[in-house]
T-cell receptor
């Protein structure tokens, strides 16, 4: 299975500032996904990070608020811009990868963000 | 638009009981269905993956079934243990690799 490392694992940030979350995968992958999990809620897809092109955002998420970079096939960043307390969530990156069971989604350990 | 629902939202059982978690989805055009475990404040651990052409998958004490025609999947946990306490999430994957998650079932297994 893919090994996915996210940094930072947690952070407490002041409102109005920005935080960049890094996601590193131990193998080359075509697609990387960024999800948000608000407190007490399930996961919602923010965007698909495509290598060599702009990210594709889901309804309700915009590039100005969540800019994404994908400089190569093993790395991506998600920035949460101009943060407000409503952005307090766990942010997770995910990659699909072949396994004996089929194409399986693997997740990083998440970044727990608290905005004060 | 795919919607995934899990029931119950929470479940508390004594140790040793067998239990079933339910997941339903509205669009049967799924690529696969995955069950995850999430411990508090942590990421997701993949438990079982069922391809759209499969009916069930087993791993240890876990068994997951899939009925695409009725839009349902179940996760069966045999002989539950306190270490099984966690939130269990099901997710339907579409052809583009995007996961649509249910709200999860919070399981508590009492010693």
């Amino acid at each position: 299975s893919a090994v996915i490392s996210q940094k930072p694992s947690r952070d407490i940030c002041q409102r109005g500032t920005s935080l960049t979350i890094q996601c590193q995968v131990d193998s080359q992958v075509t697609m990387m996904f960024w999800y948000r999990q608000q407190p007490g809620q399930s996961l919602t897809l923010i965007a698909t990070a495509n290598q060599g092109s702009e990210a594709t955002y889901e309804s309700g998420f915009v590039i100005d608020k969540f800019p994404i970079s994908r400089p190569n096939l093993t790395f991506s960043t998600l920035t949460v811009s101009n943060m407000s307390p409503e952005d307090s969530s766990i942010y997770l990156c995910s990659v699909p990868q072949g396994s004996p069971r089929g194409t399986e989604a693997f997740f990083g350990q998440g970044t727990r963000l608290t905005v004060v | 638009k795919q919607e995934v629902t899990q029931i119950p939202a929470a479940l508390s059982v004594p140790e040793g009981e067998n239990l079933v978690l339910n997941c339903s989805f509205t669009d049967s055009a799924i690529y696969n269905l995955q069950w995850f475990r999430q411990d508090p404040g942590k990421g997701l651990t993949s438990l079982l993956l069922i391809q759209s052409s499969q009916r069930e998958q087993t791993s240890g004490r876990l068994n997951a079934s899939l009925d695409k025609s009725s839009g349902r999947s179940t996760l069966y946990i045999a002989a539950s243990q306190p270490g099984d306490s966690a939130t269990y999430l099901c997710a339907a994957t579409n052809q583009g690799g995007k996961l649509i998650f249910g709200q999860g079932t919070e399981l508590s297994v009492k010693p």
